[in-house]
């Protein structure tokens, strides 16, 4: 910049010089007198102001992050750790690296880790009050939100309860966005509370969800029966895993399901039968597209329940983390979702059968939670006595519910110390509104699809409406009640406010349905007997006939 500027004096006094310094040997005499003029002499001092200015901002910005940590050892009886030096953290699996810990758009850097212990009941200080920065009266029960259609369920809901709209972001105590917006991570004052936490794809994203839940599983000693089998193709690991289950273990004589784990609506579902070709080369596909395409395949879940005249369906239902610091999770309550295809096991030529949305086809029908309870009630007496057996007494409905509630904390124990927290965002707590997608078999047995970090809020029928009412109207109540008692420092232990919502997780304690067992002899899909057979027949006949294993597609 110096040089810049005394070439253009050079050139302004007469300078005949090229390089604009008086002579090619240095600066002569007169460019030496009129270097300093009255014009650089004022852009040196906005450029020293400019430093100041920039080096005194960054310096606060460091304050504050060092006065929030110091305000947590204050207020905890914990110790702070980021989860990327959390000693929970400190031994990879599947070929890992570290979990990112930056307030990003929600990305990974690597998905595996796995943890030395995780805890399953409360923590030794469970209840103890943590005192935060209380919210100016003025901004109390204000709220500022996008605006676009999609919200209007959320702000008509939080009206409901007396809570008003404030134009600006900065003098509102809650701020909501559909889609997660980066920088307000960083930009809330201590006392805002923003609807979503940093790092969600953690568990949002197929792959990365299933990886996670399964190395909880190997920690906690935990079986996950809720989780279908699955195996991730990417991974040398699991992949010798799944060639050893399908050729070894029986995998070529049950239905899978081949998924593409980062896309929605049933796109990148590939159905993959018994005995199938399809099946039988899956490790040529997962190879051609390795350098383009992550893989997953879960084995298919078999004697599903269906829906009015034999509709596959799903039930979602709704979760929220009402508070970040302590975690703390509830359940809710959803509505059905019903397909458009009649359901056929025997038929694995399409996936239109065995999705519930599907790009290629009207958009799914939906039904009430009551709808649901009455054909769980309906299955419990076609169950008989086996399953009465099994239910121990416990309402059918309450059955489906509690293993909901289990698999819900557990997720919560699981995604704890990788998003579930509040080391990455500027505000003294947070909250999340989320769902999750669950399939049921005729044995009243849930198996948990995937959660869903952003859920469609159409209220294409009034039963949507009052459940939009209900959920959001409860879910201000129940965080509103967190953070009041956090502003006066009292525990989260027995919460009064949760309307329809329930606690499965609080601070390290966790909801477990107690003597709850699964049908150890669960019935197969109905398969054609003559047609497996050939199928069976022909795979053989292929084997005898070839030199190679048929490992042999798969590069080691």
């Avoid at 105590?173 to 920088?183: A, D």
């Avoid at 599983?217 to 040398?236: F, H, M, N, W």
């Avoid at 597209?289 to 509709?311: A, L, P, W």
């Amino acid at each position: 910049m110096m040089r810049n500027r005394s070439k253009q004096g050079g050139a302004t006094n007469g300078s005949s010089s090229s390089n604009g310094y008086g002579d090619h040997d240095g600066y002569n005499n007169k460019a030496r007198k009129n270097f300093i003029t009255p014009r650089f002499m004022l852009g040196f001092v906005i450029s020293i102001i400019v430093l100041i200015l920039f080096f005194s901002a960054l310096h606060n910005d460091n304050d504050r992050r060092t006065l929030k940590k110091k305000r947590y050892h204050v207020n905890r009886h914990d110790p702070v750790v980021s989860s990327k030096n959390n000693k929970h953290h400190d031994k990879k699996k599947f070929g890992g690296g570290s979990s990112s810990s930056a307030a990003d758009d929600g990305s990974h850097n690597s998905y595996l880790q796995t943890y030395e212990h995780v805890p399953v009941t409360a923590r030794a200080d469970y209840g103890v009050g943590r005192k935060v920065a209380k919210c100016p009266e003025e901004y109390k029960k204000t709220f500022w939100i996008e605006g676009k259609k999609i919200n209007q369920a959320v702000a008509r809901a939080i009206r409901m309860k007396g809570w008003r709209k404030s134009d600006k972001p900065e003098e509102a105590q809650v701020i909501w966005t559909y889609v997660s917006t980066t920088h307000w991570y960083k930009e809330l004052q201590p006392w805002q509370r923003y609807n979503h936490i940093p790092n969600y794809k953690s568990w949002n994203q197929k792959d990365s969800f299933v990886t996670y839940m399964l190395n909880y599983q190997i920690a906690s000693g935990k079986p996950l029966p809720a989780v279908p089998e699955t195996y991730r193709l990417d991974e040398d690991v699991e992949l010798k895993k799944f060639q050893k289950r399908l050729f070894k273990e029986g995998g070529m004589d049950i239905p899978w399901v081949l998924k593409k784990p980062n896309v929605n609506q049933g796109k990148g579902i590939t159905m993959l039968g018994p005995q199938s070709q399809e099946l039988k080369h899956v490790f040529d596909t997962v190879e051609e597209e390795k350098e383009e395409q992550n893989y997953i395949i879960q084995r298919y879940v078999c004697n599903e329940m269906t829906f009015g005249d034999n509709r596959k369906f799903d039930f979602r239902i709704f979760w929220i983390v009402a508070s970040l610091d302590p975690l703390v999770l509830m359940y809710h309550d959803g509505y059905v979702r019903v397909g458009n295809a009649a359901y056929d096991e025997t038929d694995w030529s399409s996936t239109k059968a065995h999705l519930t949305t599907h790009t290629g086809m009207a958009a799914e029908g939906k039904g009430t939670w009551d709808d649901f309870s009455d054909l769980v009630h309906e299955a419990a007496e076609r169950g008989g006595p086996a399953l009465k057996k099994r239910l121990k007494g416990v309402d059918p409905m309450d059955h489906v519910r509690n293993q909901v509630k289990q698999v819900l904390g557990e997720m919560a124990a699981a995604f704890k110390e990788i998003t579930f927290n509040a080391n990455n965002i500027s505000s003294e707590n947070g909250f999340g509104f989320y769902g999750g997608d669950f399939i049921i078999d005729w044995d009243l047995d849930v198996f948990f699809i995937e959660p869903q970090h952003g859920c469609g809020l159409d209220e294409d029928h009034q039963f949507r409406v009052d459940m939009h009412n209900a959920l959001f109207s409860q879910m201000i109540e129940a965080t509103d009640e967190i953070w009041e008692r956090q502003e006066q420092g009292i525990g989260l232990q027995n919460l009064q406010n949760t309307g329809g919502y329930e606690v499965v997780y609080n601070d390290g304690w966790m909801y477990e349905y107690e003597g709850y067992e699964r049908n150890a002899n669960k019935k197969g899909c109905q398969i054609k007997t003559g047609e497996l057979k050939k199928q069976k027949k022909q795979h053989h006949d292929e084997q005898d006939n070839s030199d190679s294993e048929p490992s042999k597609k798969i590069k080691k």
